[in-house]
């Protein structure tokens, strides 16, 4: 801190200002005085010199008076002894040319000492006008009680004024010594005053910083220590207060985040201030949307218009939103700051899965009956074509022997499917985990698709991790997911199409993401892709097709390495699989 804006500056300017005015006026009044007593002494002495020396000429001769009346003089003063109206005496130390007869009988005030025989006391300027003054006294000597004469003692005023220097070389010396006592003296008692001050401005600062433990030494028992009490006690409630503040926020963002429902508060001017995991992954995916627009909101605007009817309306507002496939419930409440609105709070729950769950239970029969009726009419088809010997020759008994057998080893492993899937949603998935080099796993992998993809003329291109990375999974159920999701996108990116497969690796765990250029999942098949049964496309083949039961397991094992599988799609762009594993895995 600069010095001039301290408060010890501040402090000791308004001393000195003070103590130099108060100076000021006092030397001034002094000088005053002190100018006033002196001309009214010197007026008083020449006086009584002057009517001495007009006793002495009325008693003695001219000759003897003059000498023992230049004897009563001075240095500084002079005098003229006026016998008659031409002849005058003039004391040795005083010039002729300064007094002459004229100057004193001209003067009207000293000329009355001879006309009204009175003394007379006049200052005037010298006869060369040097700017300089004299104070003449005259006083009548007196014959028979008349002015037979007069003596005349002058003095200069410069005098006076050396006198007056003096007094006030005196006062200022005496000025300065005090402003110097008293600087002294205000630097003493402002240190005083200031250090438990300073001390509290540090502690002050600490307190900013977070430090809520200072204390600030007790040096006193005045005021100031008075103070630093005070501040000791604000700084143990302040640290109090703040450690249930934190505590209270601690719990309330425990409670956030462990709601099922996001939950997204507003201020009043519509910014976000607080999200938790569920309403961050709203927002995700509703970026991810809006992916190719570019955007100034920082939320959907059905949200943002729902806000504003709250806030507008202060009555709670609900709708539905319906973003990649899922279905969003919105409910926005105005928040109260006593009487006024301060803002809003949306809660947003997840509905895709009671969606799901309803659609699931109608077409899940549906899809059961679907997948079993095909194989069975054809078994009983050509079971029946055999036993009425429609076929004529053994090639076409083989031909149809072979139909029914493929079509009951499609249902065979349509059952098996089944089976698996009903025994890992069960809970009954038991993983053989080893250590698995995973590039090498990945090859392995990959290898089984180039032969597929060269004749749909997709590329095929992966990007691995270095060698001597090691992960422990079970390596045939994870081949039976990637191979399950790369057979996919390979058979659904048309000719020239890319499908890129890349793994990489942190102290997290297993990321692999398959992505591809095909012909993407539509918004409304997209939260059912890993459900049993269901094919996002309802026009494909037999042959093309599965039993729909692929990626509901590959979901399963997934989960059951203690991972995540998700999906990201837009209906004519492509596909992105993503997969995570994780390293503090434990798998039983």
Known sequence: MMFWRSVVFKLWFTFLLLISIVLFILTVMLLEYFQQYHSDQTKKGLSNTAGKIAKIMEQYDSEVGVEIAWNLLDQSTGAAILKTSKEMVVSPNSSSKMISTDYLLKNKKLSEVLTESKPKIVTTDTPNHNKDQLVIVGVPILKNGKAAGAVFIYQSIEVLNETKKSTTKFIVLAAVVAVILTTIFAFFLLTRITAPLRKMREAAFELARGNFDTKVPIMTQDEIGELSIAFNEM?????????????????????????????????????????????????????????????????????????????????????????????????????????????????????????????????????????????????????????????????????????????????????????????????????????????????????????????????????????????QMDPDRMEQVLTNIIDNCIRHTPAKGDVHITCKTDENGVYWQIKDTGVGISEEDLPFIFERFYKADKARTRGNSGTGLGLAIAKNIVEAHKGQISVHSKYGQGTTFFIYLPRNGEYN
Not at 242 to 269: C, H, P, R, W
């Open 235 to 471: 700084a143990k409630r302040l640290n109090f207060n703040i450690n249930a503040l934190s505590e209270e926020k601690e719990q309330l963002g425990n409670i956030l985040s462990g709601m099922a429902d996001g939950v997204i508060t507003f201020n009043k001017n519509g910014s976000l201030i607080i999200t938790n995991p569920p309403a961050e992954k709203f927002l995700q995916h509703w970026h991810y949307e809006q992916a190719r627009i570019q955007m100034d909101e920082q939320v959907p605007r059905q949200v943002k218009d729902l806000f504003h009817l709250a806030v507008t309306t202060g009555e709670e507002q609900l709708d539905e939103i319906k973003m990649e496939g899922r279905y969003w419930v919105i409910i926005v409440s105005p928040l109260y700051n006593k009487e006024r609105i301060r803002g809003a709070i949306a809660v947003i729950r997840d509905m895709t899965e009671e969606r799901q769950l309803d659609k699931l239970r109608i077409d899940f029969i549906a899809n059961v009956s679907h997948e079993l009726r095909t194989p069975i009419s054809m078994l009983q088809g050509y079971s029946e074509a055999i036993v009425d010997d429609i076929a004529e020759s053994e090639e076409e008994k083989k031909e149809m022997a072979q139909i029914i057998y493929d079509e009951s080893l499609r249902m065979g492993r349509l059952v098996n499917e089944l089976l698996d899937l009903a025994r890992m949603e069960a809970g009954h998935l038991e993983l053989l985990t080893e250590e698995v080099e995973l590039r090498s796993f990945l090859q392995k992998v990959a290898r089984k698709f180039y032969a597929l993809a060269r004749e749909k003329e997709v590329n095929l291109d992966v990007h691995s991790i270095e060698s001597d990375q090691y992960y």
